[in-house]
C-alpha cells in the first residue's frame, strides 16, 4: 500500500471489480486495496486508514448498506460511494443512505472520478 497517497477501499465480491479498479483509482493519484467480502475489510488493518469506501450494494452474508451501517456503529462514518449493477437499487433511498454516490456498473471514468470527488475528506487530482 502506498501510504502517501489516500487510502480507497473497494469491498465487491467480482473478480473483475477488484481487478480493474485498482489500477484506476492509482490513475487518480489514490492508493486502494480490495477485499472480497465486507469481513474481510472488518478484519483489515485498513479499517482506521481508508478515507472512501467503494462498496457493492449486493453482496452474500452482508450487504453494502448493512457493512455502511456496521461500520457506523463502530464509530467509523468514513465516505461510501455504493456501486451495483441493478439499477432498480441505485434509486432505493435506503440503499443510498449516508452515501455520497451509487454508480450503476459498469460506470465510466469520469462518473468514478465525479464521485470521489464529491468526498470532503480529500482531493482527487488524475494523472493524465
Known amino acids: 500500500m502506498n501510504t502517501s497517497a489516500v487510502l480507497v477501499s473497494v469491498v465487491d465480491d ?18 486502494s486495496e480490495v477485499f472480497a467480502t465486507p469481513r ?6 485498513c479499517l482506521d486508514e ?20 456496521e461500520l457506523l456503529r ?10 451495483t449493477a441493478h439499477a432498480e437499487f441505485a434509486s432505493q433511498p435506503d440503499m443510498r443512505e449516508g ?4 454508480l ?5 471514468e469520469t462518473a468514478l472520478l465525479g464521485a470521489l470527488t464529491k468526498s470532503a475528506n480529500f482531493k482527487v487530482t488524475p494523472l493524465a
Open 104 to 108: 450503476v456498473k459498469p460506470f465510466s
Open 50 to 69: 481508508t478515507k472512501c469506501l467503494i462498496l457493492d450494494i449486493s453482496m452474500p452474508c452482508m450487504s453494502g448498506p448493512q457493512l455502511r451501517r
Open 40 to 45: 474481510e475489510f472488518l478484519r483489515s488493518a
Open 74 to 83: 463502530r464509530g467509523h462514518d468514513i465516505s461510501t460511494i455504493f456501486i
Open 99 to 102: 452515501a455520497v454516490d451509487c
Open 14 to 31: 467480482d473478480d473483475s471489480v477488484r481487478e480493474s479498479l485498482p489500477d484506476l483509482l492509482r490513475e487518480f493519484g489514490l492508493a
